[in-house]
């Protein structure tokens, strides 16, 4: 895309929604990926709704690169939603966890047309959890065969009956962070991230209980974890001392005389989240972990949990991004 076409964009956007300067917020890495499969059947007593998303719904597109073949797709604002809610949530939760999430993924890409980076000279965002996960139409059918049409259905009523609503905290956009299974609470933004967010703080999600991810073991040597943390572990547990976050998360590891965060243990072991606890077996260290992903923000499983419990796609917002809004972009611009 040329600078001046992608200006003009740009502009058209802000326009659009009212929002004449955004200052920056604070600056994190958006970490939104969902860690769990989307491959699933849909409940056959679900409903399901076969209406397509109109394309006046929409009121600017997204250029998407495609990783695999760097090729960028121009694609309708709420059709980008359909298509990142059907890639990033399992397409048999309810009907309003997939309307949660797809306030998440509109409020992102609002987010980031309006003060994040481009991608590229091109492409606004990339199809990667480095932005959204994205699938287009011929890949999603590829991947739901026989069930595309009620999955694509469900998920489209969804973004349909949200559409032009995000999520806002003081009249602009939030980091609209999610992830898969809590262990029982939220994270608070500062305790994973550098930065402290508002409406980013621990909460309860005894949900996330029902989650296949809920529990999880690894088992690496004692050698790998040397390799891993470059350290000299003496035998016994008395080289591991833990301090805890108030989301019951590991806050800080002593590995011998090094320390390191939760994160990074979690992500040097590629373990499933940073609740865990070890355990020394003759040359193997055992991990248990308790839920499934960052933990800061929306976790899908305990909106899920929420929407079988008869709450509402907005109880379910404001549940998980404490003190927000959820803003109609008409009622947005009006405002300003």
Same mark, same amino acid.
Request: aromatic fraction near 8%.
């Given at each position: 895309?040329?600078?001046?076409?992608?200006?003009?964009? =740009?502009?058209?956007?802000?326009?659009?929604?009212? =929002?004449?300067?955004?200052?920056?917020?604070?600056?994190?890495?958006?970490?939104?990926?969902?860690?769990?499969?989307?491959?699933?059947?849909?409940?056959?007593?679900? %409903?399901?709704?076969?209406?397509?998303?109109?394309?006046?719904?929409? %009121?600017?597109?997204?250029?998407?690169?495609?990783?695999?073949?760097?090729?960028?797709?121009?694609?309708?604002?709420?059709?980008?939603?359909?298509?990142?809610?059907? *890639?990033?949530?399992?397409?048999?939760?309810?009907?309003?966890?997939?309307?949660?999430?797809?306030?998440?993924?509109?409020?992102? =890409?609002?987010?980031?047309?309006?003060?994040?980076?481009?991608?590229?000279?091109?492409?606004?965002?990339?199809? +990667?959890?480095? !932005?959204?996960?994205?699938?287009?139409?011929?890949?999603?059918?590829?991947?739901?065969?026989? !069930?595309?049409?009620?999955?694509?259905?469900?998920?489209?009523?969804?973004?349909?009956?949200?559409?032009? /609503?995000?999520?806002?905290?003081? /009249?602009?956009?939030?980091?609209?962070?999610?992830?898969?299974?809590?262990?029982?609470?939220?994270?608070?933004? $500062?305790?994973?991230? @550098?930065?402290?967010?508002?409406?980013?703080?621990?909460?309860? *999600?005894?949900?996330?209980?029902?989650?296949?991810?809920?529990?999880?073991?690894?088992?690496? +040597?004692?050698?790998?974890?040397?390799?891993?943390?470059?350290?000299?572990? $003496?035998?016994?547990?008395?080289?591991?001392?833990?301090?805890?976050? %108030?989301?019951?998360?590991? #806050?800080?590891?002593?590995?011998?005389?090094?320390?390191?965060?939760?994160? $990074?243990?979690?992500?040097?072991?590629?373990?499933?989240?940073?609740?865990?606890?070890?355990?020394?077996?003759?040359?193997?260290?055992?991990?248990?972990?308790?839920?499934?992903?960052?933990?800061?923000?929306?976790?899908?499983?305990?909106?899920?949990?929420?929407?079988?419990?008869?709450?509402?796609?907005? @109880?379910?917002?404001? !549940?998980?991004?404490?003190? +927000?809004?959820?803003?109609?972009?008409?009622?947005?611009? #009006?405002?300003?």
């Amino acid at each position: 895309m040329k600078k001046n076409h992608r200006i003009g964009i =740009i502009t058209m956007i802000s326009v659009f929604l009212g =929002i004449l300067i955004i200052p920056a917020l604070i600056v994190v890495p958006f970490i939104g990926k969902n860690d769990t499969s989307t491959v699933s059947e849909t409940n056959p007593n679900q %409903p399901v709704s076969d209406t397509e998303i109109p394309a006046s719904l929409s %009121p600017f597109s997204i250029n998407v690169m495609r990783t695999t073949s760097e090729k960028i797709e121009n694609v309708p604002l709420e059709d980008y939603v359909a298509r990142v809610v059907a *890639s990033e949530m399992p397409a048999n939760f309810e009907i309003e966890a997939l309307k949660a999430q797809a306030l998440a993924a509109r409020t992102y =890409i609002t987010q980031q047309l309006t003060e994040g980076t481009p991608y590229s000279e091109q492409a606004d965002v990339s199809d +990667t959890t480095q !932005h959204q996960v994205y699938k287009n139409d011929d890949e999603l059918r590829e991947q739901w065969k026989d !069930h595309y049409n009620q999955n694509i259905g469900r998920i489209n009523q969804a973004v349909k009956e949200t559409a032009g /609503e995000i999520i806002t905290y003081e /009249e602009e956009p939030i980091t609209a962070a999610f992830f898969s299974t809590s262990n029982g609470y939220t994270e608070n933004s $500062e305790d994973y991230w @550098e930065n402290e967010i508002p409406y980013l703080k621990s909460v309860e *999600s005894p949900w996330d209980e029902d989650s296949p991810k809920f529990f999880d073991q690894k088992i690496v +040597t004692l050698s790998s974890l040397e390799a891993a943390l470059n350290v000299n572990i $003496e035998p016994g547990l008395k080289n591991f001392n833990l301090a805890k976050t %108030p989301g019951g998360r590991v #806050a800080e590891l002593s590995v011998g005389d090094k320390k390191f965060t939760g994160r $990074e243990i979690r992500e040097k072991l590629e373990l499933q989240s940073s609740d865990f606890t070890i355990e020394q077996k003759e040359q193997h260290i055992i991990f248990t972990t308790r839920g499934y992903g960052h933990g800061v923000g929306m976790s899908q499983y305990g909106a899920n949990g929420m929407a079988e419990n008869g709450k509402t796609y907005k @109880e379910i917002i404001q !549940h998980y991004y404490q003190n +927000t809004e959820i803003t109609p972009v008409t009622k947005q611009t #009006a405002s300003r």
